[in-house]
């Protein structure tokens, strides 16, 4: 099977990654799934941004098994993989330790929607995750990471609210082409520093009403949307 195709697209979200400021170090990683097929790309674990190839992105079954590449997937391959099996909506996951994002995650906050700029991305507050139980920390890590953040969106759109934040970690987020997971993870970052900003301005501002952050999302998103050519 050629898995060309899925290992460009990965590649070339790998690598935006760093280029957007999202990056530093080797933290981070992104995926890209061929649903039909069953099998999803991912960046290999700790490769430097600056030396990854093409020929380096791993391939793996939603069994979690290798079925292309020489090199081991990110050890954040699990989480990737309960989120392509959650939600039927995506085709590509980013994670990254940008650091406003990661500063709310490690603080243990959602991010507030508390502007414009947030609901024309996200249909909400970004939620944070629970802390894992020693007991998942010890057992199968990654794949509980994936479950804590299932866990968060019992009663959000995965497809509305793209984004979440690992507590304690740092944040995911999703969509449907590599690239408008990295967009995500791009949007994240700036509205997580305006965020930060704001609350140290005035802490406890209030989110945005409602109506507000309904008429800026549904504008760009949905079958009434109409910013955009």
């Not at 039927?88 to 990661?102: L, M, Q």
């Amino acid at each position: 099977m050629n898995f060309g195709a899925i290992q460009e697209e990965c590649f070339a979200a790998n690598t935006d990654l760093p280029r957007r400021g999202l990056i530093d170090l080797t933290f981070g990683n992104a995926s890209v799934l061929d649903r039909a097929a069953g099998v999803f790309a991912i960046k290999p674990s700790g490769v430097p941004y600056a030396d990854l190839s093409v020929n380096d992105i791993v391939v793996l079954d939603l069994e979690g098994r290798v079925v292309h590449g020489k090199l081991r997937p990110s050890s954040d391959a699990p989480t990737h993989r309960r989120l392509f099996l959650a939600f039927s909506g995506i085709r590509s996951v980013v994670h990254t330790h940008s650091r406003n994002a990661v500063a709310f995650a490690q603080a243990g906050m959602p991010v507030p929607c508390l502007g414009t700029t947030h609901a024309d991305y996200f249909h909400g507050d970004i939620p944070v995750t629970r802390s894992l139980t020693p007991e998942e920390i010890q057992g199968d890590y990654e794949w509980e990471t994936g479950n804590v953040i299932v866990e968060s969106f019992q009663t959000i759109d995965p497809e509305a609210v793209p984004a979440v934040l690992v507590r304690g970690h740092g944040p995911f987020t999703w969509g449907t082409t590599g690239a408008l997971a990295v967009e995500h993870a791009a949007a994240l970052e700036i509205i997580a520093e305006m965020a930060r900003h704001a609350l140290q301005l005035q802490p406890g501002q209030p989110s945005i009403p409602q109506v507000l952050l309904d008429r800026h999302y549904l504008r760009k998103h949905g079958p009434a949307a109409y910013y955009g050519q």
